[in-house]
């Protein structure tokens, strides 16, 4: 096994992945390791909307060919909302659509594109630990099947989402680590069932939030906001779909049923890992801000985060070290961009649910509704936020 190089990169989730691929396009030497099988990786389902200027991201890097050859692309969604239909155009106001290609095709395609074109990746790695991170020369460890192993390198990208390593070795004297609880939790489910509409359903329902976003001909995820404290035992099949049927169905919108094969509560909450370097350790993705899937934000960050790294570790080498070092800074606005709108949005998704407990918040989620449906300013506010940045041309 290599026990130099320049960048070990560890996790491979999109972020890892496409920097991974990056890098090695750019000659500069990498090693990806990661804890899990690389079956398992490929099979993992998570995302699947993708904001068009993060596809052209990808194209314009020679990655995503398979993606944009095959990907549906989404214009409109719908609100379900006062028993009613409200389609709402977003591609007409912004000019600029999603791409829905679920994650475990993204990473399968980027692992392919790397691993098959001799990069270097380790799965299965166990008991990642870093090391002299402030140093001119850090080093990672780990043990696999066949005994412990040591990388020396320039620099270690932390690449291994919310769950990872990596985060915890920024010092907390010098680190912000920011957290929201929304207080609520989303069960979150595929059917295997074809998608009810064309488009996304946004379900705002005195009963809780439910959604419902295509993912294959024959898979369709779901969402159903669920109380505190909520397992998927509280959670039975005949209560999902009545509470689904419940919250999305109006006339003329039936919800197509199909078996559960995933059913799981995430807790709802965001962080973000302020500056997202420590000496030569870079986070990247979910390692270095989490933003609840509420707007489907995640993996576009991921990405751009990868992109940024990318080029800042390519100047490095070159002889300017300047982009670098300004790594964190050059993430993070967007990263609270989407932060904000994603609270946003979950005022408006989860607050008709407090009709109960709280009218006040209730009758505001309403009123921020009927704005987005009357005033087309606001209506053109919120599509430009809802497709994320407008260009890749800068990236
Ligand atoms: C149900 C759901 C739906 C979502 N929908 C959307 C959506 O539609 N759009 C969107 O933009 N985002 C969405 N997201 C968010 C998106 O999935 C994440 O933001 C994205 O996976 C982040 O990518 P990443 O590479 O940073 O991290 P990850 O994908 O989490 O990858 C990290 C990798 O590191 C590995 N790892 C962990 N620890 C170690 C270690 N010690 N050493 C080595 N490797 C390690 C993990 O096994 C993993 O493979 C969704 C998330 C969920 C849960």
């Known amino acids: 096994m290599t026990t130099r190089t320049a960048v070990v990169v560890a996790g491979a989730g999109p972020a890892g992945l496409t920097l991974a691929n990056l890098l090695r396009r750019a000659g500069i ?10 079956a398992f990786v490929e099979q993992r389902p998570r995302a699947g909307f993708i904001e068009e200027w993060a596809v052209r991201g990808l194209q314009q890097r020679g990655l995503g060919e398979k993606l944009i050859a095959s990907a549906p692309i ?5 609100f379900r909302f006062a028993g009613r239909r409200h389609a709402f155009r977003y591609a007409d106001l912004t000019g600029h659509r999603h791409y829905v290609y679920p994650q475990q095709f993204l990473v399968t395609d980027l692992i392919a594109q790397y691993v098959d074109a001799g990069g270097d990746a380790v799965f299965e790695v166990s008991d990642v630990q870093l090391h002299d991170l402030t140093s001119d020369s850090p080093a990672v460890t780990f043990r696999t099947a066949d005994g412990e192993h040591r990388i020396d390198c320039d620099f270690v990208a932390g690449c291994d989402g919310a769950r990872g390593v990596s985060q915890g070795y920024l010092p907390a004297d010098t680190t912000v680590r920011a957290r929201h609880d929304y207080g609520i939790g989303w069960l979150a489910l595929l059917a295997e069932a074809p998608p009810s509409a064309d488009g996304v359903l946004f379900g705002i329902h005195p009963r809780g939030f439910a959604a419902h976003m295509a993912r294959t001909p024959t898979v369709t995820r779901f969402y159903l906001q669920t109380a505190p404290g909520e397992t998927e035992a509280d959670w039975p099949d005949e209560r999902v779909w009545r509470e689904l049927h419940a919250r ?4 003329d919108g039936a919800i197509v049923q199909g078996e559960l094969i995933e059913k799981r509560i995430l807790d709802m909450h965001n962080y973000v890992i302020e500056p997202m370097t420590y000496g030569r350790l870079h986070l990247a993705g979910d390692s270095a801000h989490l933003v609840a899937p509420i707007a489907a934000k995640g993996l576009n960050l991921a990405l751009h985060d990868a992109f940024i790294l990318a080029d800042a570790i390519e100047a490095y080498f070159a002889g300017d070290p300047a982009p670098l070092a300004g790594y964190s800074d050059a993430c993070l606005p967007l990263v ?14 989860h607050h008709s649910a407090a009709e109960t407990s709280n009218p006040f918040l209730a009758r505001i989620a309403e009123a921020r509704m009927r704005r987005l449906l009357d005033s087309p300013a ?18």
């Open 29 to 38: 030497g990498c090693v990806l390791i990661e804890e899990q099988s690389r």
């Open 74 to 78: 989404h214009e409109k969604f719908e």
């Open 248 to 251: 999305l169905t109006v006339p």
């Open 336 to 349: 609270w961009q989407y932060q904000e709108f994603s609270l946003w949005l979950s005022e408006v998704f």
């Open 378 to 395: 606001a209506a053109a506010a919120f599509a430009e936020l809802y497709i994320g940045r407008r260009s890749a041309a800068d990236l």
